[in-house]
């Protein structure tokens, strides 16, 4: 049972069940997993050495993120093992290995002229495993599947880049043919190409995750929810903030860990829009809004002003005024945990706003209060400079230690869900894809 419980949860992680940051708990493992909590401890040591899952002081066991750069070294890595494979391959293989990776090949050529990039990428996997198998090499293999299992959450990236299934196929069919005519230093050196060019196109796809563009803030609306993925990817190199926002407060929420949840219900002033920027965070005094001008005097471009009270109330710290001055100013949005009033005229200004309430009622401007000490909305935790990402869904919150980290994350996230919708489309369940019918039917 503990085998079968080791087996399964690392399963949960490679296939992306368990997302990157996602929180281990031990008891909710053992209950899901129908093993005891010691079964889960030693899953979880083992997994932690394989490097899919990572230990925080005082915070327990989370599924453990791999950095784009991490990566490209795994890779690298892979090349020299790999090619170690392919050459033990092209001395081994006998007639029917080789027939076998041919059909392997010309599947992956049907695939390809019918636009099955998902189904040619599994045939790329199968191609490897095959070669694997046939090179009769135990200790290549296994440090090859402890490097790959860390690399699934990867495997989709470059598939849809202009020109690359073509070329991959071109360069599969060079190992394959080396390895017919039982030449190993041409296989060897052919796969170690190949994983090469994978390596590069990897690191053509990476986004601007420490910023080469714009450092503002970023606010938008949304008018084309479709092609958010395409659009996403495209903001890349612009800014982070931009991406977090095109990403969304659901996705970089999940992708972070499910850390940062504003859980009020709150009112968005301007439907449609979407911001994510540094906090500049003000504490108010009670059912007063002096400290919103003094913040709107200090406030730099790009900033998301975060207004708070000691004690939530209905009372407008915020109306067309202040917020023509916020947008002047070049702030990218405002979260307001109190009300907000003149509602027509903010939307017509377009300046994303988001607040608990709408009410007629001012606020006096009489008690001094804070700027930029930690304030809570929601039961979060905001400091001064974490970046807050705001929709139509709602508000996540990330530490600003955090932000490249969860950023990668939420790409990976978005990845793999676009990889997930393609199977939906063509009629998948996620009842099957995602495991959940175990979950269901094992109980019964």
Same mark, same amino acid.
């Given at each position: !049972?503990?085998?079968?419980?080791?087996?399964?949860?690392?399963?949960?992680?490679?296939?992306?069940?368990?997302?990157?940051?996602?929180?281990?708990?031990?008891?909710?493992?053992?209950?899901?997993?129908?093993?005891?909590? &010691?079964?889960?401890?030693?899953?979880?040591?083992?997994?932690?050495?394989?490097?899919?899952?990572?230990?925080?002081?005082?915070?327990?066991?989370?599924?453990? !993120?791999?950095?784009?750069?991490?990566?490209?070294?795994?890779?690298?890595?892979?090349?020299?093992?790999?090619?170690?494979?392919?050459?033990? *391959?092209?001395?081994?293989?006998?007639?029917?290995?080789?027939?076998?990776?041919?059909?392997?090949?010309?599947?992956?050529?049907?695939?390809?002229?019918?636009?099955?990039?998902?189904? =040619?990428?599994?045939?790329?996997?199968?191609?490897?495993?095959?070669?694997?198998?046939?090179?009769?090499?135990?200790?290549?293999?296994?440090?090859?599947?402890?490097?790959?299992?860390?690399?699934?959450?990867?495997?989709y990236r470059t598939i849809l880049l202009p020109g690359r299934s073509e070329r991959s196929f071109r360069e599969h069919e060079a190992i394959v043919e080396a390895v *017919?005519?039982?030449?190993?230093?041409?296989?060897?050196?052919? !796969?170690?190409?190949?994983?090469?060019?994978? &390596?590069?196109?990897?690191?053509?796809?990476?986004?601007?995750?420490? *910023?080469?563009?714009?450092?503002?803030?970023?606010?938008?609306?949304?008018? =084309?929810?479709?092609?958010?993925?395409?659009?996403?990817?495209?903001?890349?190199?612009?800014?982070?903030?931009?991406?977090?926002?095109?990403?969304?407060? =659901?996705?970089?929420?999940?992708?972070?860990?499910?850390?940062?949840?504003?859980?009020?219900?709150?009112?968005?002033a301007v439907p449609g829009s979407r911001a994510a920027g540094p906090a500049r965070t003000v504490r108010c005094g009670q059912d007063d809004n002096l400290m919103v001008?003094?913040?709107?005097?200090?406030?730099?471009?790009?900033?998301?002003?975060?207004?708070?009270?000691?004690?939530?109330?209905?009372?407008?710290?915020?109306?067309?005024?202040?917020?023509?001055?916020?947008?002047?100013?070049?702030?990218?949005?405002?979260?307001?945990?109190?009300?907000?009033?003149?509602?027509?005229?903010?939307?017509?200004?377009?300046?994303?706003?988001?607040?608990?309430?709408?009410?007629?009622?001012?606020?006096?401007?009489?008690?001094?209060?804070?700027?930029?000490?930690?304030?809570?909305?929601?039961?979060?935790?905001?400091?001064?400079?974490?970046?807050?990402?705001?929709?139509?869904?709602?508000?996540?919150?990330?530490?600003?230690?955090?932000?490249?980290?969860?950023?990668?994350?939420?790409?990976?996230?978005?990845?793999?869900? =676009?990889?997930?919708?393609?199977?939906?489309?063509?009629?998948?369940?996620?009842?099957?894809?995602?495991?959940?019918?175990?979950?269901?039917?094992?109980?019964?």
């Amino acid at each position: !049972m503990a085998e079968e419980g080791y087996e399964e949860l690392r399963d949960a992680i490679v296939s992306g069940r368990l997302q990157p940051n996602e929180r281990l708990v031990e008891a909710e493992l053992s209950r899901e997993l129908g093993v005891g909590r &010691a079964a889960v401890r030693a899953a979880l040591a083992r997994l932690e050495q394989e490097g899919l899952v990572k230990h925080e002081r005082n915070r327990g066991a989370r599924v453990r !993120m791999i950095s784009e750069r991490e990566a490209v070294e795994i890779l690298e890595a892979r090349a020299v093992l790999e090619g170690l494979a392919a050459r033990h *391959a092209a001395e081994r293989a006998d007639a029917d290995a080789v027939d076998g990776l041919r059909a392997i090949l010309t599947d992956m050529r049907n695939r390809l002229e019918s636009g099955d990039l998902l189904g =040619a990428s599994d045939q790329n996997a199968l191609l490897h495993e095959r070669l694997r198998e046939t090179a009769e090499h135990p200790t290549s293999a296994r440090l090859i599947s402890g490097l790959r299992s860390q690399l699934v959450r990867f495997q989709y990236r470059t598939i849809l880049l202009p020109g690359r299934s073509e070329r991959s196929f071109r360069e599969h069919e060079a190992i394959v043919e080396a390895v *017919a005519r039982r030449d190993p230093d041409a296989a060897e050196a052919a !796969m170690r190409a190949h994983l090469a060019h994978v &390596a590069e196109a990897l690191r053509d796809t990476k986004g601007a995750g420490t *910023a080469q563009g714009d450092s503002s803030g970023a606010q938008q609306a949304d008018n =084309a929810g479709a092609d958010r993925p395409v659009r996403a990817a495209a903001t890349a190199a612009v800014s982070p903030f931009a991406e977090l926002a095109e990403l969304g407060s =659901a996705t970089v929420y999940e992708a972070g860990g499910r850390r940062g949840f504003v859980n009020i219900d709150l009112i968005q002033a301007v439907p449609g829009s979407r911001a994510a920027g540094p906090a500049r965070t003000v504490r108010c005094g009670q059912d007063d809004n002096l400290m919103v001008h003094a913040a709107i005097a200090e406030a730099e471009p790009g900033e998301i002003l975060v207004l708070t009270m000691p004690e939530p109330r209905p009372v407008a710290l915020v109306g067309d005024l202040l917020a023509t001055q916020a947008r002047e100013r070049g702030v990218a949005a405002l979260l307001i945990d109190a009300s907000i009033r003149d509602l027509e005229d903010l939307r017509e200004m377009g300046l994303p706003i988001w607040a608990r309430w709408v009410r007629v009622r001012g606020a006096g401007k009489d008690i001094p209060g804070t700027i930029g000490e930690p304030v809570e909305v929601g039961g979060a935790t905001i400091r001064q400079g974490d970046v807050v990402v705001l929709d139509a869904d709602g508000v996540a919150v990330v530490e600003r230690e955090r932000v490249e980290e969860v950023l990668i994350a939420s790409r990976e996230r978005l990845e793999r869900e =676009a990889v997930k919708r393609a199977k939906l489309e063509q009629g998948a369940l996620s009842y099957e894809i995602d495991g959940l019918r175990e979950r269901v039917e094992g109980t019964r």
